[in-house]
């Protein structure tokens, strides 16, 4: 098992990384979270976890260990593949995940594309001794502050390559997605939404 990689980004797409590896290039599946935080040309690390199909092999990468044993875990769950675990850490940090299945709280679980209301409630079952306890305080390791998920944004863009008034134009096109969204704005959501702006814009 390849339980890590480290190196160079040696190329960045929307839904995953190249990582330089003794002069291997790496490609790893990321979330858009995670890719928000790599930098073409910089040194990285990512927590990888390998999934093996007959007909694949698939490395998902995550910014930590915490991310990548959640990934894991959320796979013991009956119709829970890859893809759905690397979309639930997408849309929700692992300790919002553990707070949602401990207070079996479904709509954190319809937020995430691909899960429905009975969905959310068989995985409230089957992950309730599963994933553990909250480890940190509410609100910790979870989504930006109101005044800073538009430099987030930005600075993801950027190292995904765009220049930057794509990027000036890209966040202001989902401001109105995130003022409109309860609470704090999820940066893994709004990333995607702009990147679907760009592409239409090309």
């Known amino acids: ?34 890719l928000s935080g ?26 930590d260990e915490d991310e990548r044993q959640t990934f894991e875990l959320l796979q013991t769950a009956s119709g829970v593949g890859p893809r759905l675990a690397q979309a639930m850490l997408a ?31 068989k995985l409230l079952l089957e992950l309730k001794d599963r994933l553990g306890a909250p480890v940190g305080a509410p609100g910790i390791g979870t989504a930006p502050t109101l005044s800073g998920w538009r430099e ?28 409109a969204a309860e609470g704090t704005p999820q940066v893994g959501q709004l990333l995607k939404a702009a990147l679907q702006t760009l592409n239409r814009a090309r």
Request: hydrophobic share 50%.
């Open 38 to 63: 790599l930098r073409m040309g910089q040194q990285t690390w990512l927590a990888t976890s390998l999934v093996v199909r007959e007909d694949s092999l698939t490395l998902y990468g995550f910014a």
């Open 152 to 179: 987030q944004l930005h600075a993801a863009l950027i190292g995904l390559g765009y220049a930057t008034r794509e990027a000036d134009e890209a966040v202001s096109a989902v401001t109105p997605q995130a003022e």
């Open 1 to 34: 098992m390849i339980a890590f990689v480290t190196g160079p980004v040696a190329a960045l797409a929307p839904d995953s990384a190249v990582v330089e590896v003794g002069g291997i290039g790496i490609a790893v599946q990321c979330a858009p979270n995670t």
């Open 91 to 121: 849309v929700h940090a692992p300790d919002t995940l553990r707070r949602a299945v401990a207070a079996g709280d479904e709509k954190t679980l319809i937020a995430v594309p691909g899960i429905g209301k009975k969905g959310a409630q």
